[in-house]
T-cell receptor, first 116, second 116 residues
Framework: DTGVSQDPRHKITKRGQNVTFRCDPI?????LYWYRQTLGQGPEFLTY????????KSRLLSDRFSAERPKGSFSTLEIQRTEQGDSAMYLC??????????????FGPGTRLLVL | AQSVSQHNHHVILSEAASLELGCNYS??????LFWYVQYPGQHLQLLLK??????LVKGIKGFEAEFIKSKFSFNLRKPSVQWSDTAEYFC??????????????FGSGTRLSIRP
């Protein structure tokens, strides 16, 4: 079990630039989640994939955000035209997808984004 | 909507002191509850979880939590803390998504500092 991995771990960008983050879930985990954590707060849900299908999106996910999971394995989260308010830790989590709410999500180390 | 409240933002204890971190949630139905821990520079790790059964659950590193349904509480306890317990602690609850998966709703976290 290699755990959830994320790349890069840190990203500094200028306002208006595009950035892309990658998440590799635990192998054979069919569910993948993205969360965002700002300073002093707990993580907040952004979006969810069941295999390659994006099934849920939070209202926090503006039109500048897009996520993909093309082959049902790794996922990417892209932010276009970044704004200073996008500065946060972006967390990825995966699970094996038991029914209902009795699932345990395992988190990656996160990508810390700073928009100057 | 479900929510989680952690009333202690920062707790400072001496080594060997007993710990209790408060957590209250708002939801009238079946809940699944978690405590996650984030050590400095590390990713979120699952400390313990409650799905059903015995309301007193034991986790890793000597932590335990008690689910009290009548009080909507899931407080975290440890009889004797160590310097290595210095970390941020997040209480969380699962909320069902329309797609039958679930998202985690986190509290704002409690920073625990242990004086050696």
């Amino acid at each position: 079990d290699t755990g959830v991995s994320q790349d890069p771990r840190h990203k500094i960008t200028k306002r208006g630039q595009n950035v892309t983050f990658r998440c590799d879930p635990i192998s054979e985990h069919n569910r993948l989640y993205w969360y965002r954590q700002t300073l002093g707060q707990g993580p907040e849900f952004l979006t969810y994939f069941q295999n390659e299908a994006q099934l849920e999106k939070s209202r926090l996910l503006s039109d500048r955000f897009s996520a993909e999971r093309p082959k049902g394995s790794f996922s990417t989260l892209e932010i276009q035209r970044t704004e200073q308010g996008d500065s946060a830790m972006y967390l990825c989590a995966s699970s094996t997808g038991t029914s209902g709410t009795q699932e345990t999500q395992y988190f990656g180390p996160g990508t810390r984004l700073l928009v100057l | 909507a479900q929510s989680v409240s952690q009333h202690n933002h920062h707790v400072i204890l001496s080594e060997a002191a007993s710990l209790e971190l408060g957590c209250n949630y708002s939801y009238g139905g079946t809940v699944n509850l978690f405590w996650y821990v984030q050590y400095p520079g590390q990713h979120l790790q699952l400390l313990l979880k409650y799905f059903s059964g015995d309301p007193l659950v034991k986790g890793i590193k000597g932590f335990e939590a008690e689910f009290i349904k009548s009080k909507f509480s899931f407080n975290l306890r440890k009889p004797s803390v160590q310097w290595s317990d210095t970390a941020e602690y997040f209480c969380a609850v699962n909320a069902l998504l329309y797609s039958s998966a679930s998202k985690i709703i986190f509290g704002s976290g409690t920073r625990l500092s242990i004086r050696p």
